[in-house]
């Protein structure tokens, strides 16, 4: 199938769908699943459903749901359901979700977790339940490096995000003083690093290297800091919500720089 949306990390979470799905289709039977010993079975989508990331989560779970509605259309002997789990719901330990998940032998497989710092959490949890997890967002490269034989992801990496970005800022638009700024989360502080590390060895120079709180309203000092270090470029890791807010106080105070950020800040 073809979903056409934006070109974001959220654009091939149904991909994932498709892989999970697609490990269902060797169910036998007909009409009574249980009967035919298909089974009642469904994958977990989880993410911040709601809160301040909730709506272009929200996209990526209707894809998912887009997905398995055409493979149940396809397979009427089989079908599978879709449970979703709201991590905003379960506040700063989003991994309370993971015991639900694992104990319910219904759950086949899981598509997210959505962010990288929720799936670190995570994973370690799914690895021991031998539960498969393909996620289509969550981008920092060392999630790879965990010898984990159940994780899989259909969308490319921070370390490729991140070279690109740099080589925009240097070949583009030709910045020579670059304030590296991230919200403290394991995407925003990775990605971030990845192009701090990427300008200095263009010879760029990074004389702002700092972390505002997602969730705090005032980053005046991380502002204070980028106009007084004459930066005349910002790269920001992190999400859109933090990013709208650094933006905008940067340029309430002055700042006219170029403001760069990876996926993670592409929403409206």
Request: hydrophobic fraction near 40%; charge should be negative.
């Amino acid at each position: 199938m073809t979903v056409r949306t934006r070109p974001s990390r959220f654009a091939t979470i149904a991909g994932a769908v498709i892989v999970g799905a697609a490990l269902l289709a060797g169910c036998g039977g007909s009409g009574d699943d249980t009967a035919q010993g298909c089974g009642s079975q469904a994958l977990a989508f989880i993410g911040p459903l709601t809160g301040s990331d909730g709506r272009f989560v929200r996209t990526a779970r209707n894809g998912a749901e887009l997905a398995v509605r055409r493979y149940n259309d396809a397979h009427p002997d089989c079908r599978v359901g879709l449970i979703g789990f709201d991590t905003t719901a379960e506040g700063s330990h989003p991994e309370g979700i993971v015991p639900t998940v694992t104990g319910d032998p219904q759950i086949l497989g899981v598509i997210g977790p959505t962010f990288s710092g929720d799936t670190a959490a995570m994973m370690p949890a799914f690895e021991k339940a031998d539960l498969a997890v393909v996620t289509g967002s969550a981008t920092n490269p060392g999630l790879a490096e965990e010898g984990w034989s159940t994780f899989h992801r259909v969308v490319g990496t921070d370390a490729a995000v991140a070279p690109a970005d740099v080589v925009f800022l240097v070949d583009r638009l030709q910045v020579r003083r670059v304030a590296v700024i991230d919200d403290e989360g394991l995407y925003g502080k990775g990605l971030a690093d990845l192009a701090e590390q990427g300008l200095k060895q263009r010879g760029v120079a990074v004389p702002v290297r700092t972390g505002v709180d997602p969730d705090s309203v005032d980053y005046r000092d991380a502002v204070n800091a980028t106009i007084t270090a004459r930066a005349d470029a910002v790269f920001f890791g992190g999400l859109s919500v933090p990013g709208a807010r650094l933006v905008r106080q940067l340029r309430d105070a002055g700042f006219t720089g170029a403001f760069l950020g990876g996926d993670g800040v592409y929403q409206d």
